[in-house]
């Protein structure tokens, strides 16, 4: 059961860094931020789009990962 717990412990702490965002983060700067792999970012971030808690825009060959207004609501800005 801690391994749920620790999954979910991830996912909130990823939200909690792009609420606090006022940007759009790229896949390499979600890693420096967060100090993890680059295969846990990807998949912690595809769950959090697929769920409606982050969005993203394609520049180029990178996505840019933004808090949907959801996110936004869950840390208090109720912009």
Known sequence: MSNYTEIFDSMVFVLSQFAQ???ALNTDEIIYRLGM???TVQRITKALKE????DYKKVGRNHLYFATDKTMQLFGDKQ
């Open 37 to 39: 792999s680059r295969r």
């Open 21 to 23: 965002s006022n940007k």
């Open 51 to 54: 769920s409606g808690w982050l």
